[in-house]
């Protein structure tokens, strides 16, 4: 099976967060190349009205989302952390990150703080100092994104290009079998309904059916 190339794609990665939400872009080279594009760090008042700090981080990833259009955005999902309020705070401003995607038909995809070490370092339990020195050695940077909610952004969004071709692979695989299903099922109900005609249709039309169909599901990703 041919690999599917995402070259080009742009990324858009959120370590999501009230006080700090860490923001970056990249864009995906050939291979496992991946080109950092901006990052940075969005801050609200720890003694503002939550409405008010959802509000300011609408605003700025509204911003970064018409700045630099990417083409999806990976953000870090939401574990129990033990503090309730924190996590309920942070499930705030996850909603707002995610409505400002769907507001411009961009996909988003949720990926564990786990999942984002593997993927990275090969390592699900990395510390952020083992995180922060292979993101930026990944991205060939000349110094080491600060804080480290900017390193965490740019993880995330590093994570997706390099999952991408192979969640777009099993995508296009699911849309064929749908589409074998339905119209099979379609070829089936002619059957049926031919038993009832005048002209029925015999089991050696109906396997030449099945057999000379070639499908082909929109929606696919062109490789």
Known sequence: MPVVSIEGMRVMGIDPGLTRCGLSVVQAGRGRSVIPVAVGVVRTPSDSDIAHRLLELSEAVNDWLDQYQPDVV????????????????????????MLAAAQRGIDVHLYT?????????????ADKKQM???ITRILGLTEAPKP???????????????RAPLLITNREAEARAQAQSRHQRGILGQAKQARHSKHPTTPEELRAQLQTQHLHPRGAWRR
Do not use: Q, Y
């Open 132 to 134: 922060t020195a292979m």
């Open 74 to 97: 990976a953000i870090e999902r939401i574990f129990e952390r033990g503090n309730v309020s924190t996590v309920m705070n942070t499930a705030h401003g996850v909603g707002v990150l």
């Open 148 to 162: 480290a909610d900017a390193a965490d952004a740019l993880a995330l969004a590093v994570c997706h290009c390099w």
């Open 113 to 125: 703080p786990s999942e984002v070490k593997k993927a990275i370092s090969g390592n699900g339990r």
